[in-house]
């Protein structure tokens, strides 16, 4: 089993359309991390949470949002879809004190 | 601006030889460096991280060397093999100081391509 899931792995939605992409993880890590992917761009950070009660943004958070329900549940809302926001994301989590993140494998989303 | 740079988009190098990926930074403040690996559908995974206290880190066939005066780091894999075919990204964070407590920074990350 994975320690960090994603769904869902692809979606495809429609300009204006408020979705949700879920994360969990059972590797006991505090920390958790939102990122979106786009060509020739890397990885860049939208949010992340450092436990239930501490949630930041990161460089690129306008027009998402995240709720951390528990502490392996990690979740990033997009309240009213744009075709810009079209690109892979993925979710990571660490342990405090330890630098190396964990990622799951993606969610691909396309919106029209 | 980007704190952490990778120039190189891509890389293409034949089996057996040695690839060599490269990262720059500009942030004084990081002290702890990573290297992820990618496959397509895939999530990064960690390969390999330096502290700043070391110039050289070795696992295997991966090694890499930082040059903290220069603020720079590569990634030597030797011998290189078709399965490492991947985007790898580099990524720095500050362990014991800054606003970038907690956080990694990547660079825009290098599509290495090995050939038989």
Known sequence: ?112 | DQQVKQNSPSLSVQEGRISILNCDYTNSMFDYFLWYKKYPAEGPTFLISISSIKDKNEDGRFTVFLNKSAKHLSLHIVPSQPGDSAVYFCAASALTRGSTLGRLYFGRGTQLTVWP
């Open chain 1, 1 to 112: 089993d994975a320690d960090v899931t994603q769904t869902p792995r692809n979606r495809i939605t429609k300009t204006g359309k408020r979705i949700m992409l879920e994360c969990s993880q059972t590797k006991g890590h505090d920390r958790m991390y939102w990122y979106r992917q786009d060509p020739g761009l890397g990885l860049r950070l939208i949010y992340y949470s450092f436990d239930v009660k501490d949630i930041n943004k990161g460089e690129i958070s306008d027009g998402y949002s995240v709720s951390r329900q528990a502490q392996a549940k990690f979740s990033l809302s997009l309240e009213s879809a744009i075709p810009n926001q079209t690109a892979l994301y993925f979710c990571a989590t660490s342990v405090r004190g330890r630098e190396t993140q964990y990622f799951g494998p993606g969610t691909r989303l396309l919106v029209l």
